[in-house]
């Protein structure tokens, strides 16, 4: 399902050498005896995964199933990054099923929150919030303005189009949604927003948006059991964590998440959030920054072939995309171009790809990692997903840090709060 080709990363030393270290480190995950253990439940979550609610999920997307066809997903972060990614990769950027999802309170652009509200006052619609607090303000100040948007279109209705994705007991939307009467789904105690993919913080949207999350949990499952092993050799994602700590120790600031398909952009912004949040702490960390070619290589391109020697790419490539099209020969061929007619264009993308690997690696010196993924289903988004979430864990622990907090985001919250002049 997954590949992984170090022939180009440039390691300057043997992969082996850190074998006692990952032993180690994964013991500290898998027995939950590491830093920050307190939020490992996502390690074991593809088999030990709430089923009861899970059903509950499924039961209400057929429950609703005609009632709506626009979905509404209020959150930030975690709480909306990796749902977005899977219903990019999955569906493509321009899904013919009838239904859209959207995302709100993750801006406070008035531009955007005005435009959404305009676009969807014909649309019949279902509102999905995720907050395990309820007092992300960003999300809280979304959500108090389609709150009223949905009573004032549904009236008493509202209530049953409204979810709120919440903690299980406590915190302010928990309160608010027992009050109104929606239905909860839980964000486990020991799950943080940006593991939570597999919880209902991102199979609830996903189920309205006619993603098949049972076959995604599979590909989580077949992931977890895949991983779970310290056996270097056996392990690619033990390999990636590994490899990137020892770009880090060759002076390599940066690593660039590349893809080569518009429809996986989500997938490296869900990226850049889980490494960053868990990596980037105590002065420590590679900066996770993105690009998608071959677009990029219009922009960036230059300056990674040619510029500053501080990062290192990572290549997503996904070997088997679920739609293709094949170039049209023209008699005239004014534009010099029928040397390509009858190719596929996966064809030609793939020799973008081999071409540019060769031009980075080779004339530019770049370390390149290539993780070859299968195809851009929901089985393969699930085993993705959990292949990152324990290489990040290994590679953080690895680092000597905790992979699980992110003191620092609180940082520009305090000062927003005192300009706002927010109660204490």
Same mark, same amino acid.
């Given at each position: %399902? ?7 990363a440039k390691l300057n030393e043997d992969l082996s050498?850190?074998?006692?270290? !990952?032993?180690? $480190? ?5 027995? #939950?005896?590491? #830093?920050? /253990? ?6 074991? &979550? ?24 626009? !979905? ?25 099923? *009838?239904?859209? @999802? ?23 619609? @279902?509102?999905?919030?995720?907050? #395990? ?7 809280? =100040? ?15 209705? +509202? ?11 406590k915190g302010t939307l928990k309160k608010l949604a ?18 939570? @993919?597999?919880? $209902? ?7 309205? $948006? ?11 499952? +077949? ?34 998440? @590349? ?6 952009? %989500?997938? +490296?912004? &869900? ?48 070997? /088997?995309?679920?739609?293709?099209? =094949? ?15 009858? #190719?596929?264009?996966? &064809?030609?993308?793939? %020799? ?15 370390? /390149?990692? =290539? ?22 864990? %290994?590679?953080?622990?690895?680092? *000597? ?7 620092? !985001? ?7 709060? $005192? ?6």
């Open positions: %399902m997954i590949s992984l080709d170090l022939s180009n050498l850190w074998k006692d270290k !990952v032993s180690e $480190a994964h013991s500290w995950l898998h027995n #939950k005896t590491g #830093k920050g /253990n307190d939020y490992v439940g996502w390690v074991d &979550w593809p088999i030990n995964f709430d089923r009861d609610e899970f059903s509950r999920i499924l039961k209400l997307k057929e429950r609703m199933k005609g009632k709506y066809d626009t !979905v509404l997903v209020c959150g930030i972060g975690g709480s909306y990054l990796g749902a977005r990614a899977a219903l990019e990769m999955i569906k493509g950027l321009y899904p013919d099923d *009838g239904i859209e @999802v959207i995302f709100v309170g993750n801006t406070f652009s008035h531009t955007y929150i005005s435009q959404v509200l305009e676009h969807i006052k014909d649309k019949e619609v @279902v509102l999905n919030v995720i907050s #395990k607090s309820g007092t992300t303000t960003e999300t809280s =100040v979304s959500f108090r303005i389609f709150k009223q948007f949905m009573e004032e279109k549904y009236g008493e209705d +509202a209530k049953n189009r409204i979810y709120a994705t919440t903690d299980k007991a027992d009050k109104m009467g929606y239905e909860t789904f839980v964000i486990p105690d020991d799950i943080g927003g940006r593991y939570s @993919v597999f919880t $209902a913080v991102g199979l609830l949207p996903l189920a309205l $948006a006619n993603i098949d999350i049972v076959e995604l949990m599979k590909g989580s499952l +077949a992931a977890y059991d895949d991983f779970n092993t310290d056996d270097i050799n056996s392990n690619p994602a033990y390999q990636y964590a590994i490899a990137r700590r020892i770009l880090d120790n060759q002076g390599y600031s940066a690593e660039y998440f @590349v893809t080569y398909h518009l429809q996986l952009t %989500m997938i +490296a912004e &869900w990226w850049k959030q889980l490494f960053g949040e868990s990596e980037g702490k105590e002065l420590k960390g590679i900066l996770p920054t993105s690009a998608c070619f071959s677009t990029d290589l219009h922009s960036l391109g230059q300056f990674i072939q040619e510029g500053r020697k501080t990062e290192f790419e990572t290549i997503l490539y996904v070997d /088997n995309m679920d739609k293709d099209i =094949v170039f049209p020969e023209d008699k005239e061929d004014l534009d010099n171009m029928n040397y390509l007619a009858g #190719k596929n264009l996966s &064809w030609v993308n793939e %020799m973008a790809f081999k071409g540019t690997l060769s031009a980075h690696s080779n004339e530019g010196n770049n370390p /390149n990692i =290539v993780i070859h993924l299968k195809d851009n289903s929901a089985y393969s988004f699930g085993y993705m997903i959990y292949f990152f979430f324990i290489a990040c864990g %290994m590679t953080c622990y690895l680092l *000597g840090i905790n992979p699980f907090n992110q003191p620092g !985001v609180e940082v520009y919250k305090k000062k927003m709060f $005192a300009l706002l002049g927010k109660p204490e």
